[in-house]
T-cell receptor, first 119, second 114 residues
Framework: AQTVTQSQPEMSVQEAETVTLSCTYD???????LFWYKQPPSRQMILVIR??????QNATENRFSVNFQKAAKSFSLKISDSQLGDAAMYFC????????????????FGKGTHLIIQP | DTAVSQTPKYLVTQMGNDKSIKCEQN?????MYWYKQDSKKFLKIMFS???????INETVPNRFSPKSPDKAHLNLHINSLELGDSAVYFC?????????????FGNGTRLTVT
């Protein structure tokens, strides 16, 4: 079974600064997908960014980028120019690309990192 | 237009009662899930359905019974509620076989058992 570890329960950053959230995972599979989700106090689960394991290029979405190190099984999220609206819980998630069940195994989540933005 | 909608948003009930949470998605997805988020915010899959067929049934007490009347709906019925069932329950959906496709989540149902 796959596991996802987020070693930082809480992080704090000044507004406009850059912060990096860590995520490591354990898997014996070679093909999989990784995601970062954001959960603000409203409880919504919002997709931030995704990465295909077969792609060497790191994904970027505006101020959000990842550092994907497949050999090290590491998938960190960098938020540049932090804004007050970035304050939320951030979850790293793993999805197997196995073909049994048509993908119904869903996502395996880490325990989350609570990101605080200091004005 | 809400993609994945859950009702109710909040549910407060007493121990021993039976309650249901409803979920509907209008994304045309084939696969639907129930996740439980505990008080420490940990998200864990409970069930998944693919084309109305149960695929995953994690170690969940049999007081929890999912029901999928059609591909667009996955309801969760809970019998004999216990204090430990208090949590936020999320419904989600995704396209069958589209592993790079994210799960789309509902806004969650906060269940409080007193």
């Amino acid at each position: 079974a796959q596991t996802v570890t987020q070693s930082q329960p809480e992080m704090s950053v000044q507004e406009a600064e850059t912060v990096t959230l860590s995520c490591t995972y354990d898997t014996s599979e070679s093909d999989y997908y990784l995601f970062w989700y954001k959960q603000p106090p409203s409880r919504q689960m919002i997709l931030v960014i995704r990465q295909e394991a077969y792609k060497q290029q790191n994904a970027t979405e505006n101020r959000f980028s990842v550092n994907f190190q497949k050999a090290a099984k590491s998938f960190s999220l960098k938020i540049s120019d932090s804004q007050l609206g970035d304050a939320a819980m951030y979850f790293c998630a793993y999805r197997s690309a196995g073909y049994s069940g048509g993908g119904a195994d869903g996502l395996t989540f880490g325990k989350g990192t609570h990101l605080i933005i200091q004005p | 237009d809400t993609a994945v909608s859950q009702t109710p948003k909040y549910l407060v009930t007493q121990m021993g009662n039976d309650k249901s949470i409803k979920c509907e998605q209008n994304l045309g997805h084939d696969t639907m899930y129930w996740y439980k988020q505990d008080s420490k915010k940990f998200l864990k899959i409970m069930f998944s359905y693919n084309n109305k067929e149960l695929i995953i049934n994690e170690t969940v007490p049999n007081r929890f019974s999912p029901k999928s009347p059609d591909k667009a709906h996955l309801n969760l019925h809970i019998n004999s509620l216990e204090l430990g069932d208090s949590a936020v329950y999320f419904c989600a959906s995704s396209r069958q076989g589209a592993y790079n496709s994210p799960l789309h989540f509902g806004n969650g149902t906060r269940l409080t058992v007193t």
